[in-house]
Nanobody
C-alpha cells in the first residue's frame, strides 16, 4: 500500500507563486515517473508536468516557462514550483507516482487526494 500526500495549495493573487509538495510513503521499492495533474470544475483532468526517475521532464504548453517540476528521490517527494500564476490555473492539483512495492512486483500508479489551488484576479 502506497500513500501520496500533497501539500502547499491555497489562495494566491494572480502573478503570485505557490510550491506544491507530494510525499510518497508505504511499501516502496522504487518509484518511476512522478507527475502533477489538475482538474478544474467542469473540465477533464489534465497533465501539468511529469518527471522521470532520471530527471527528464515534460510540461503542458499552458505552464511552460512558469512551472517547474522537481523531485527528491531520497525523500520520495515530487515538487511543483508555480510562478506567475493566472486565474486559469485554478484547479484541484493531484500528484501521481508509478511505484513498485518490491523487485518482483508490477508497477502501480498511485494518486494523491488532491490539493486546491485558487488564483484570484
Amino acid at each position: 500500500q502506497v500513500q501520496l500526500v500533497e501539500s502547499g495549495g491555497g489562495l494566491v493573487q494572480a502573478g503570485g507563486s505557490l510550491r506544491l509538495s507530494c510525499a510518497a510513503s508505504g511499501s516502496i521499492f522504487s518509484i518511476g515517473t512522478m507527475g502533477w495533474y489538475r482538474q478544474a470544475p467542469g473540465k477533464r483532468r489534465e497533465l501539468v508536468a511529469r518527471i522521470t526517475s532520471g530527471g527528464s521532464t515534460n510540461y503542458a504548453d499552458s505552464v511552460k516557462g512558469r512551472f517547474t517540476i522537481s523531485r527528491d528521490n531520497a525523500k520520495n517527494t515530487v515538487y511543483l514550483q508555480m510562478n506567475s500564476l493566472k486565474p486559469e490555473d485554478t484547479a484541484v492539483y493531484y500528484c501521481n507516482a508509478d511505484v513498485r512495492a518490491s523487485s518482483w512486483s508490477n508497477t502501480i500508479r498511485s494518486w494523491g487526494q488532491g490539493t486546491q489551488v485558487t488564483v484570484s484576479s
